[in-house]
């Protein structure tokens, strides 16, 4: 469904009138990560009274929704407040229940979105409502995509002290573009430069929604969360679904249990399921027979009376292995094979690494430690790969930077691991002559001067839309950063708020650099950025190593663009002299090349250890023996060649990129 989930948004994208050009594809501004991975959770099974009074809810008082927000702007914080006035878990005990991962809290992000069920009564009724956090990271724009697919409408969370910002415009078109109905909520009114005034306006003029409607809360401190719920309610339409059809529910998310195996989320868009009864799955046709079903509440609840129509919640199916898992995939029951959902479309990574263990920890243990961790997050994907410099080691592929970040983080604190990991780089294309095309994601795999003078036909780099927004203030300081990464300006629209919103075509090569880091320095921490794919064009690329005494130090080379070699050049030599120790035996040439041409070099010069210092003058026969042991020395030394170099060099050198 993503392909439509796609489409529809960026068809909606270009209708925007102050966005301009339409954006092709977002497939690759997306990103993802599953729960804890082998997490081991018990199974509890819901009380009589609760499964009595869910049992009682009609569809007509069923609601799933969303919240759609830009980082940091309040989703977690108002999910725990809803999840505390619901009773789902007790004020005060849990901070950010959704965000379970370790990395999430510590960071504050949510990365993977998580749902949970809540009860609630509103005018005597009970009302089901289904509540899905959504990440705010752009990316992991899929994510969100598949959040909304189970939902009828979405609160729109915007800060009052920070009015809109570029991923609350995203995240509002994908919505609006899936006919989700959006119920604005301003949040942190409790701080002293709220403006709600100036959030309601812009509310208004960017969204055409009505703000006298919109929830004035703050989250955190608790001040009218209670008028968000009713909103839901009288807002949002309950789910269009059919309880007597045959059973079709969308898989919207999968993780895996050390105890279970394999846990399915669902939206149950037909029909029911229960404990016992045979499923299959449309896209691997493999059958299962249901070993447990139940709500998310916060953790895993079992409901005997399974799930309807109406309803997301969980479905341990027996499945051992969770690439059988198809995220958009339908499970129907195995007697009655109806026309499956339509489905979403695999994301693509678009950042790639070489990860490489350090001294001392051990490949095997290293090598099962990320395969259990792509268990839990298929948008990662792993190779062996063999370096000269580093050994053996993996080519890990993500959906963006922030993935790629999170995914070490977790393995280090997951894991323990200790890992060296080199430059980003993205996926460049490669046109033959013969009307072939490949797909570079490794430096290694560039085609050599040889090959690009004889049989390549031309180069591509991806490129992105960025969507950047700043008071206006920074709109000059904006334009030159984009201008000197390689960006093309698409439009610039000026908010009412004295905020700017600028669009530019860049190179993903330049986004994987550091641009946001490079974006909240600059504007001191006021801009914000969201981008969508944009496609291949024709660029410059050409590789450069960094070479060794004549040996090219596989793990550092980088593919660039032209104009970028000659800075990069002299930095990298310069900082790799540093890096490397002094005291040298020999003297050893760093040097920075593409193709035969030598773009930068730095020599360090040999310390010739005085080996004859303390011997007499007329003992010649030890004098040449020890010059004879010293040339030996280096000999062996030499031949060792770039290995030598301390791994600390490797390290300190990737840890800070040029
Ligand atoms: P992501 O998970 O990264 O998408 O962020 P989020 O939108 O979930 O934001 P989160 O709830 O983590 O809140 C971000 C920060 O804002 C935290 O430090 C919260 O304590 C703070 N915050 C949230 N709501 C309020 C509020 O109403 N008032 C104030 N003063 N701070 C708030």
Redesign the pocket.
């Known amino acids: 469904m993503t392909t439509v989930v796609a489409s529809r948004a960026f068809r909606s994208f270009a209708r925007a009138p102050w966005l301009g050009v339409c954006v092709r594809n977002n497939s690759t501004a997306t990103a993802k990560l599953k729960p804890k991975p082998g997490a081991k959770t018990e199974t509890r099974v819901a009380s009589k009274e609760l499964q009595d009074r869910i049992a009682a809810i009609p569809i007509e008082n069923y609601r799933n929704f969303s ?1 759609v ?12 407040r809803l999840l505390e006035l619901t009773g789902v878990i007790t004020p005060g005990e849990n901070k ?1 229940v959704l ?1 379970k991962l370790d990395v ?1 809290r510590e ?5 993977k979105a998580q749902t949970c069920t809540m009860l609630y009564k509103y005018k005597g009724q009970d009302y089901l409502l289904h509540l899905v ?5 752009v990316d992991f724009r899929a994510e969100v995509s598949r959040s909304y697919a189970s939902c009828g409408g979405a609160l729109l ?1 915007v ?3 920070q009015g809109i910002q570029a991923q609350t415009v995203a995240n509002f078109y994908l919505a609006y573009s899936l006919g989700l109905k959006l119920v604005p909520v301003i ?5 002293d430069h709220a403006n709600i005034p100036r959030a309601k306006e812009q509310i208004e003029e960017t969204f055409e929604l009505d703000a006298e409607e919109a929830v004035c ?5 608790g ?1 009218n969360v209670e008028q968000v719920l009713p909103a839901v309610i009288e807002n949002i339409p309950s789910p269009k679904v059919h309880i007597d059809s045959p059973l079709r529910c969308l898989l919207v998310d999968s993780w895996f249990d050390s105890y279970v195996g394999v846990v399915l989320l669902v939206y149950v868009v037909d029909g029911s399921v229960k404990k016992g009864q045979k499923i299959i799955s449309a896209h691997t046709k493999l059958k299962y027979e249901v070993k447990d079903v139940g709500i998310m509440y916060p953790d895993r609840l079992t409901t005997p009376a399974g799930l309807r129509a109406g309803q997301v919640g969980y479905i341990v199916p027996g499945m051992k292995d969770s690439t059988d898992a198809h995220i958009g995939d339908t499970f129907m029951h195995m007697d009655q094979i109806v026309e499956p959902l339509p489905g979403f479309e695999e994301q693509k990574p678009m950042v790639f690494v070489g990860a490489f263990p350090a001294d001392g920890v051990d490949f095997k243990s290293l090598d099962e430690s990320l395969r259990q961790l792509c268990l839990n997050d298929r948008s990662v994907t792993l190779q062996k790969e063999t370096s000269s410099a580093l050994g053996q080691g993996w080519r890990l592929g993500f959906l963006g930077t922030l993935h790629a970040s999170v995914f070490r983080e977790r393995l280090e604190k997951e894991y323990g691991a200790n890992i060296i990991i080199t430059a980003p780089t993205v996926p460049f294309k490669v046109l033959w002559k013969d009307g072939t095309e490949t797909i570079v994601s490794n430096p290694d795999n560039f085609p050599d001067s040889g090959a690009l003078s004889q049989k390549v036909a031309s180069l591509q780099e991806p490129y992105v839309e960025a969507l950047i927004s700043v008071p206006e203030e920074y709109v000059g300081t904006v334009i030159k950063l984009c201008e000197d990464n390689r960006g093309e300006q698409v439009n610039i629209q000026y908010l009412s708020n004295r905020q700017a919103l600028l669009k530019y075509l860049l190179p993903m090569s330049q986004l994987v650099d550091d641009f946001f880091g490079k974006l909240k320095g600059l504007t001191k921490g006021y801009g914000s950025l969201d981008y969508e794919d944009a496609g291949y064009l024709p660029s410059a690329i050409v590789k450069m190593e960094l070479v060794v005494n004549g040996r090219s130090v596989d793990a550092l080379a980088q593919v660039l663009h032209r104009s970028q070699v000659e800075i990069k050049g002299r930095d990298w030599v310069k900082r790799f002299k540093e890096y490397l120790s002094k005291s040298q035996l020999f003297e050893i040439v760093i040097q920075a090349k593409t193709g035969n041409k030598i773009i930068a070099r730095e020599t360090i010069k040999a310390k010739r250890k005085d080996v004859l210092a303390k011997l007499h003058a007329s003992d010649i026969s030890r004098r040449q023996k020890l010059l004879k042991k010293q040339k030996e020395g280096k000999k062996v030394m030499r031949s060792i060649g770039n290995v030598q170099i301390p791994q600390e060099a490797y390290q300190s050198f990737l840890a800070k990129p040029s």
């Open positions: 919240i927000a830009h980082v940091d702007h309040g989703k977690s914080t108002l999910s725990d950010q965000d999430e960071r504050g992000i949510t990365v956090d959504t990440p705010g990271h969370v800060d009052a002290s949040n942190k009114i409790d701080l809360i703050s989250a955190k401190t001040q």
